[in-house]
DNA sequence: CCGGATTGTGCCACTCAGTGGCATAAACCT
DNA sequence: AGGTTTATGCCACTGAGTGGCACAATCCGG
């Protein structure tokens, strides 16, 4: 429920929920690294729990599951966009073009720390763990789908009308190719960088639909 | 590896082939009974091995997962899918467009016997199930990833070119909201009915992309 | 600064998904 | 029929995830 890795409130939060945000922060980072340095699968949740000097009951009251962890720089960016997409009212311009901007800007809100760095960790891992892939898509999928009811709520849309579904699906498809382009990409993993990136992916859409191979000629090899 | 749920050839195959496809089929039919009477969680490995006189080290070697076995008919749609695009020259014409017809002739490919039955149960637990909603997402996700692989060899396009795996994408996009409308429609559960629901979410692609919500006038309620 | 109310944590035992190894039985092929 | 191949059954084991309860740390009113 809370931020988290959103170090915006170091103080000024009562020591308690301090302290559950500093739990919460040292089981990603071990996560992360440990699960880098020996394989998601390599490494038992009893051996995490022991490194941050946490009980596993403690790691299921932060966390739903192994996977959940790894994902959580994703999760904090989805929750800003859900937030920031609360605040506007997203009606008289095209809904795809809406949803870029909110989700740049949601980029752009996240922490300056590390971000970036443990958004790469978590890709590649679940570039590479098909738990953790499993997990980060019903994820998005479940976050587009409260996005899409919300919208339909607040603007009376046509429930028959598949259009605003599908253009969260094709804004969703852009944000997936350009985090996967950025996380293959040599070096210069910045946010910067993956901003950029998603804008690439947004205008290369409209031409998605239509795209055409070239008829091979004859002899290429 | 092997179809299974498509009843094909009953005979003509190996008896020892024919008994491990029986066994699929009834794997597939008392799982999807029982976890929908009873719930996927309220439903142990133990207890469907039990119905089906199996056992359990004998369901790993046919299925992945618990969750893999509650998606068969999914996966054998796709699996024919795949199938039918290795045998096309997709070049010449939009990819999307080619894409729509395989996906049509697969479908138009699953057997009659009970295919849109399995398949509506299955969404169905899908729908209630994060777990299986996780799974089918991967899975559709690896596939779909396969499919662009195996077009970037076949055409040897750009692979810096985003284009072909996002129109892939659009296209899964269409057919999940084909396939959740049709699971949540009034009766009518037919292949069919199906088939009309995925041409109709192909038909709202191109204005998905531009689609504006309108500016709602003053008093509406 | 101290009391009780509140809330987070640690520990323990438990269920169940998933795996490896090995013996056995069924189907295959002369 | 007899030897080979291949699927199945059984058993023990790891590890994720959960519920219950006691304990300790924080919070808050005096």
Redesign the pocket.
């Known amino acids: 429920m809370t931020p988290a890795a959103a170090p915006a409130a170091p103080s000024d939060?009562?020591?308690?929920?301090?302290?559950?945000l500093r739990?919460r922060r040292d089981l990603v980072d071990t996560a992360l690294r440990m699960f880098t340095e020996r394989g998601f699968?390599g490494?038992?949740?009893?051996?995490?729990?022991a490194a941050v000097?946490?009980?596993?009951?403690?790691?299921?009251?932060?966390?739903?599951?192994?996977?959940?962890v790894a994902m959580a720089p994703t999760q904090d960016l989805w929750q800003v966009f859900v937030e920031r997409l609360t605040d506007r009212d997203p009606a008289g311009r095209p809904l795809a073009a809406e949803l870029q901007d909110v989700l740049l800007e949601a980029l752009a809100a996240m922490p300056d720390d590390g971000w970036a760095e443990r958004t790469l960790l978590s890709r590649r891992l679940a570039a590479s763990t098909p738990?953790m892939d499993a997990h980060g898509l019903h994820f998005c999928n479940r976050t587009s789908a409260g996005i899409v009811a919300d919208l339909h709520r607040r603007l009376d849309l046509d429930p028959a009308d598949p259009r605003p579904r599908l253009a969260i699906d094709l804004v969703v498809a852009a944000w997936h190719h350009a985090l996967d382009s950025w996380t293959a990409q040599d070096g210069g993993h910045t946010r910067d960088a993956l901003a950029d990136r998603v804008r690439a992916a947004f205008a290369a859409l409209p031409g998605a639909l239509t795209f055409t191979a070239p008829a091979r000629v004859a002899a290429a090899d």
């Open positions: 939060l009562p020591l308690r929920e301090r302290k559950k739990t699968d490494t038992t949740l009893d051996e995490l729990c000097e946490v009980s596993k009951r403690t790691f299921f009251r932060t966390f739903t599951s192994k996977e959940d738990s």
